[in-house]
C-alpha cells in the first residue's frame, strides 16, 4: 500500500508535467524574452518567493550568478528575504531600478507581501514575472500589461512546486539560449 501511495505521487507529478508544458509554453517564453532583455541592457532581477518559493527564488539566482548546465558569464541576481524590518517591498524600492525584473514566485495563495513586492516593482518601473499555482485571481489584478503571469495549473502546493523547479530549469535554459545561441555538440 505504500509503494503504490509513493507511486502515486510520481504518476500525479507526469500528468501535471504534461498539462503545464502546454500551459506554460507561451508565458514561459515571454519571461524568458523579458530578462534576456533587462540583462542585456545592463539591468539585473532580483527575486523572491513565500514558503517553498523562496527556496526556488535562491536555486534560480544561484543558476544566473553561477551557472545552469554550461559556462558563461554571471549575470545578475539577487534573492531577497522578508526578514525582521526589511519587508520585500522595502528591498524592491531599494535595490530595483527601471528596467530590472523582479520574479516572485508563490506556491499556495498569492502571500501579501509578494503582493506588495509587486507594486513596489511597478513603482520603479520594474517588470514583474510571477510564478504560482492556479490561484491567480489576486495576480491577475495586480499585474500590469506588461508583465507575465506563470501558472502551474494546480491546487496542491506539493504538485505546484515540484513543477515550478522545473519551470525556473526552462527559463534559465531559454535565458541562456537566448544570450548565447545553441550549444555545440562536443
Do not use: N, Y
Not at 540583462?39 to 535562491?58: N, P
Not at 501579501?112 to 513596489?120: C, G, S, T, V, Y
Amino acid at each position: 500500500m505504500l509503494e503504490q501511495r509513493i507511486q502515486q505521487q510520481f504518476f500525479e507529478s507526469a500528468d501535471l508535467h504534461s498539462q503545464a508544458a502546454e500551459a506554460l509554453s507561451r508565458p514561459v517564453a515571454q519571461a524568458a524574452q523579458a530578462l534576456a532583455a533587462c540583462l542585456t541592457a545592463g539591468g539585473k532581477m532580483l527575486a523572491a518567493g513565500s514558503d517553498a518559493g523562496a527556496a526556488l527564488a535562491l536555486v534560480i539566482c544561484a543558476a544566473f550568478t553561477g551557472r545552469f548546465e554550461r559556462e558563461r558569464p554571471p549575470l545578475a541576481a539577487f534573492a531577497l528575504r522578508a526578514e525582521g524590518a526589511s519587508p520585500l517591498a522595502q528591498q524592491v524600492r531599494a535595490l530595483g531600478q527601471p528596467g530590472d525584473v523582479l520574479l516572485l514566485i508563490d506556491t499556495a495563495a498569492p502571500a501579501h507581501a509578494l503582493l506588495q513586492a509587486a507594486d513596489a516593482a511597478h513603482e520603479r518601473e520594474m517588470t514583474v514575472l510571477v510564478l504560482t499555482g492556479a490561484d491567480v485571481l489576486a495576480w491577475q489584478a495586480c499585474l500590469a500589461e506588461t508583465d507575465v503571469l506563470m501558472a502551474v495549473p494546480h491546487e496542491r502546493a506539493a504538485r505546484v512546486a515540484e513543477t515550478q523547479l522545473l519551470v525556473l530549469h526552462g527559463l534559465c535554459d531559454a535565458v541562456d539560449l537566448q544570450l548565447m545561441g545553441e550549444q555545440e555538440c562536443a
